[in-house]
């Protein structure tokens, strides 16, 4: 059964830093791994959408990695800004049954 | 236009009711979702519809009876729910079921008294 896991739980740095955020996936059968943001209460917003046979996309500030065969995935925001304050979730479509799959999330709270 | 439009934004109903939650989407996408999300926890899929068809049902109790009228609207009937359904419930989208971003409606935010 397909799980997927995100450290740190919740993360608060000062604001202009570059921060990574972890997520990792137990089983490598995958189409894709998508990153979201979700404010409180609000719907999600998708970021990035990274299909298995890529390394990486990148938008903005934001760029993310794949590494299927290790089951691991990073999302990197470089020069971080209070309005990045937000939860951030991964989600893995697995390609058995075109489930879709999704972390607990990290909460980034940057500070001004 | 890039919208997933969900409706109503707030629903209170009691045990003993009947109502609908209602999604739509104009963008030509035919694989649609449904998920239930509880405070600080992930997204949980509830249903999917593939061409109208539904495709995965991740053994929802009967309570939550979904429809796909056509390729543009996604409905989730709600009858005898519970306290514990209460939750955010949201609508995705895709053009077809593999290998694209969903897109994700704001959500209904029902409350069971």
């Known amino acids: 059964k397909q799980e997927v896991t995100q450290i740190p739980a919740a993360l608060s740095v000062p604001e202009g830093e570059n921060l990574v955020l972890n997520c990792s996936f137990t089983?490598?059968?995958?189409?894709?791994l998508q990153w979201f943001r979700q404010d409180p209460g609000k719907g999600l917003t998708s970021l990035l959408l990274?299909?298995?046979?890529?390394r990486e996309q990148t938008s903005g500030r934001l760029n993310a990695s794949l590494d299927k065969s290790s089951g691991r995935s990073t999302l990197y925001i470089a020069a971080s800004q209070p309005g990045d304050s937000a939860t951030y979730l991964c989600?893995?479509?697995?390609?058995?049954?075109?489930?879709?799959?999704f972390g607990k999330g990290t909460r980034l709270h940057i500070l001004p | 236009d890039t919208e997933v439009t969900q409706t109503p934004k707030h629903l209170v109903m009691g045990m003993t009711n009947k109502k609908s939650l209602k999604c739509e989407q104009h963008?030509?996408?035919?694989?649609m979702y449904w998920y239930k999300q509880k405070a600080k926890k992930p997204p949980e899929l509830m249903f999917v519809?593939?061409?109208?068809?539904?495709?995965i049902n991740e053994s929802v109790p009967s309570r939550f009876s979904p429809e796909c009228p056509n390729s543009s609207l996604l409905n989730l009937h709600l009858h005898a729910l519970q306290p514990e359904d209460s939750a955010l419930y949201l609508c995705a989208s895709t053009p077809t079921l593999t290998s694209f971003i969903q897109y994700f409606g704001a959500g209904t935010r029902l409350s069971v008294l």
């Open positions: 519809y593939s061409y109208e068809k539904l495709s």
């Open positions: 989600a893995v479509r697995h390609s058995r049954d075109d489930k879709i799959i």
């Open positions: 963008m030509g996408h035919r694989a």
């Open positions: 089983d490598s059968a995958i189409y894709n």
């Open positions: 990274i299909q298995s046979s890529q």
